[in-house]
């Protein structure tokens, strides 16, 4: 399978303190990698240092061959990548239309409505409320909300930054089943930092464990779905009080 992405001993430092350091990994073309790890391990700096959001102090990131270690949001943005940030951050006085618009604004009018459309296809719960204020979904539809205004930029790599935070287990169902529907309808390559490790098992490929700022194994995540599998790496890269979710 074609590699989308290369990860080379990546580091992160805010100010005189290292958040991630010796980060080294791959995507494949329409591949899911998910980083699993406890707060404050260093998965939403992974995130946002493939995203052009914080510096890095070492390493390097390959985009299809190319080194974009030094390629600012705006133009990745372009290339192709797209992050979702923890905690959503739609624009709630916009109604779902608008949202979805700010997604694809520097698309030609013809695109920007075949993507919505697309869009609205997968995320059926909000297609018929297309025209309210975003504010009025609730929580799961306003994650499905941010994921679909994500997708308006046509992104080959969507970096999706805890999509389950807040949200019901009813509603955290919900929004892994339209990740898996966006993986079959559009073939993109997905990053996905979780802490529901039942959820992120049935959608990912492979599974990365960060601890402290470095990653401590790597595990495919169709063996993870076996239950003492999954009580095993729980206990080895988790810890024992870690739970499944």
Known sequence: MTELLRIEDLAVSYGPSPAVSGISLSVPDRG???????NGAGKS???????????????????????????????LVHAGVVYVPEGREI???????ENLVLGGF?????????????VLGIFT???SRALSPAWRLSG????????????????????LDEPSLGLAPLLVRRVFDRLAAIRAETGLAIVLVEQNFRMTVRVADTVHFLRGGRLLGKRDAVELRNPAAM????AAYLGAGASAA
Do not use: F
């Not at 899911?32 to 406890?38: E, F, P, Q, S, Y």
């Not at 520097?106 to 697309?118: I, N």
């Not at 009580?231 to 729980?234: G, K, Q, S, V």
């Open 106 to 118: 520097h698309l030609d009018g013809a695109t920007r409505r075949q993507r919505r459309d697309m």
């Open 45 to 75: 700096t992974v995130l946002k240092a493939i995203a052009g959001l914080v510096p890095k102090s070492a390493g390097r990131v390959l985009l299809a061959g190319e080194d974009v270690t030094a390629t600012d949001t705006r133009h």
């Open 32 to 38: 899911t990698v998910a980083l699993l790890g406890a």
């Open 125 to 127: 719960e909000i297609a």
């Open 140 to 159: 799961g539809e306003q994650q499905m909300l941010a994921i679909g205004r994500a997708l308006m930029a046509g992104p080959r790599l969507l970096l």
């Open 91 to 97: 624009v709630p006085n916009l109604s779902v239309d």
């Open 231 to 234: 009580d095993e790496a729980i």
